[in-house]
């Protein structure tokens, strides 16, 4: 089992930023994707971010250029800094963990919230 607890969301202006953290604990051992994912309101969960253990990385469209996604593999801990933060990124971000093996793992999630 693996356990993945978010934190860092918050209530910021347009074109702030925030850094999200995603602390894993448990048998967090093994080859695997990490990513970001956000659900707004209403609309279906989409991935934002995602590193493979190769440490190549994708991003939505949207937030490219604006969203960086990495990890500190001492602390067991992935992070997704945002940039230039707009309304639309408002969202409850989740952190996800995909091993190999097969097992896959989601947080418990971290509210954002981009208003003026």
Known sequence: QVQLVESGGGLVQPGGSLRLSCAASGSIFGRRVVAWYRQAPGKQRELVAGMNSGGST??????????????????????????????????????????????????QGTQVTVSS
Request: glycine share 6%; with cysteine.
């Open 58 to 107: 994708n991003y939505l469209d949207s937030v490219k250029g604006r969203f960086t996604i990495s990890s500190d593999n001492a602390k067991n801990t992935v992070y997704l800094q945002m940039n230039s933060l707009k309304v639309e990124d408002t969202a409850v971000y989740y952190c996800y963990y995909k091993y190999e093996r097969g097992s896959d793992y989601w947080g």
